[in-house]
């Protein structure tokens, strides 16, 4: 059976969380019958019959790159009528408003981005971010954002058709609690017994420990008044000594048996590198018509598989067969995916063509790891005149790696003149060589070897949770090979290990 990246589920009826190790944030879901779809930010779109176990289904990430949506944030998933929606706010200079639609979730394809326009601010300077679609009583369509503040829609739910309303304060944050600002977003609605309820996220989701949370709110009409929970926060870090950090952004959703669980993202304590992770907790709904995490309940503990679920394959494969173009979707969000020019795929492996003069120049292909702690190890050949390698990457200006060039090893460790340095290097008699790196509480070290059996550490390390000043929407640490210089690579192997290490 193919090993492949780590599952929540512990095989004993339990989960542990995360869910998705790794940056998977802003998570939108629905239940279609006993098939759960979710979207995450920048259009992966996973599938699952559990809950806890998801297989990734596609990308949308290079369709929507086609057009002026890169790097949507916070989407919307829904279902109306038997045409699936796809909502979000495209991060560019124009703040644009989109929406994608299909009539075929598992399979696609989507219609091209529709550009419902440019997304206000609120008189106070507030940008409205985060869509929600949600219908009123009537049946008419609206879209939630930030502020709780909404737009009527046309009635196909692809055109905004009139001026924005807020329908609801900001919900109260107590003064004790350590925020980077109060920033309500990510609303999310569910529909019981005659109430609209919704979800907010507050306080911010890259400053401290302490700063992002879930509040709840409830209404009999979307347009107001709303009530706010006397259980909010619904979710919230108390200390930055617990084990998830800024816990927020959530989403509802039941399954078939009537049980009820937000996901939500989180990171996990001190790991800011790894991203904001995919968690889930069981809600119960109370006498008073409300909604809480049941008591003694703590996302670090294993918790309750949901009943009668089946497992799909869950995750990406840690063996890659780079024989072949269909990549598994690890590699989907690669720019050199889309430049897919600079790919090419043999019998004897992935051949990638060399761009820019080093590592700080090039764009690497980088894959999701999934584990807290592992190590990767690639077998490669390097052309005349190029060089390639291992690296662990977040940005262009904070990542390291090792390469081979001309017969010569480096390594590279952001923009450091010293690593150039000849006493910082090693001879190689030949093109072909196998790298592995090591990512261990926080630390990469870099190793090589000519048979990928006996290995010699080339013992410059980088302490790479500097990297990130916090888990930032796109910029998380992940492995992957890169080339630069003239000429190609040809990358033979490419393998993912997980490391039992220390334990936040």
């Known amino acids: 059976m193919t090993k492949r990246t780590r599952s929540a589920d512990l095989g004993n009826g339990t989960y542990l969380n995360p869910i998705m190790f790794g940056n998977y944030s802003d998570p939108s879901i629905f239940r279609d019958g006993e098939d759960y779809y979710m979207l995450l930010i920048d259009g992966l779109v996973l599938h699952s019959q559990d809950l806890v176990n998801w297989e990734p289904l596609y ?43 299909t009539k075929d979730i598992k399979n696609g394809p989507w219609t091209d981005p529709i550009i419902m326009g440019v997304a206000d601010d609120t008189p106070e300077g507030d940008e409205l971010i985060d869509p929600a679609l949600v219908f009123d009583l009537a049946g008419k369509p609206h879209l939630m954002m930030s502020k ?34 109060v920033y309500t977003e990510g609303p999310k609605f569910c529909y019981r017994n005659g109430y609209y309820y919704l979800m907010v996220a507050a306080g911010g989701t890259l400053g401290p420990a302490t700063a992002h949370g879930v509040f709840a709110y409830r209404a009999k009409d979307i347009h107001g008044p709303w009530e706010l929970s006397p259980y909010n926060p619904i979710s919230h870090t108390d200390s930055s000594r617990e084990t998830w950090w800024t816990k927020g952004h959530a989403s509802f959703i039941d399954t078939p048996d009537g049980e009820w669980y937000i996901l939500y993202h989180g990171i996990l304590k001190d790991y800011l590198e790894q991203g904001r992770m ?21 996302p670090d503990m294993p918790l309750p598989m949901p009943k009668n679920g089946k497992k799909v394959t869950h995750g990406y494969p840690l063996s890659v067969d780079l024989t072949n173009p269909g990549l598994p979707l690890a590699w989907q969000d690669s720019n050199v995916i889309e430049q897919n020019e ?16 080093d590592l700080n120049t090039t764009d690497p292909i980088l894959y ?3 584990f807290e702690n592992f190590e990767v190890v690639a ?31 480096r390594v590279f460790d952001q923009h450091k003149p010293l690593l150039k340095k000849k006493f910082n290097t090693r001879d190689w008699p030949s093109d072909s ?37 916090h888990a ?31 334990k936040a």
């Open 59 to 101: 990308t949308l990430h290079e369709q929507m790159a086609k057009f002026e949506v890169n790097h949507p944030w916070a989407p919307d998933l829904v279902k109306h009528g038997d045409t699936y929606y796809y909502y979000a706010f495209a991060n560019t200079e124009k703040h644009l408003l989109f929406v994608m639609t």
């Open 148 to 181: 709780n503040c909404m737009y009527p829609l046309s009635d196909d739910c692809t055109e905004i058709i009139g001026p924005f309303k807020q329908v609801a304060d900001d919900p109260p944050i107590p003064d004790e609690y350590d925020i980077e600002g």
């Open 278 to 298: 995919l968690l889930m907790e069981p809600i119960e709904w109370t006498d008073d018509g409300w909604f809480r995490i049941p008591e003694g309940v703590r």
């Open 342 to 357: 600079r790919l090419s795929f043999t019998p004897e492996g992935m051949k990638l063509r060399a761009e820019g003069e």
């Open 368 to 370: 999701s790891a999934g």
């Open 379 to 409: 077998e490669m050949k390097v052309g005349a005149g190029a060089g390639g390698g291992l690296t662990m990457y977040t940005t262009k200006d904070a990542c390291c790696g090792i390469a081979l060039k001309d017969g010569s090893i």
């Open 433 to 469: 060589i196998f790298f592995k790196l090591r990512y261990y509480d926080h630390s990469v070290s870099h190793w090589y070897s000519a048979d990928g059996e006996n290995w010699t550490k080339l013992n410059i390390c980088a302490y790479v949770a500097v990297y990130c000043a």
């Open 472 to 502: 930032n929407y796109h910029t998380w640490l992940r492995p992957g090979v890169f080339a630069y210089g003239d000429g190609e690579i040809t990358v033979k192997s490419f393998e993912i290990k997980e490391i039992e290490g220390p």
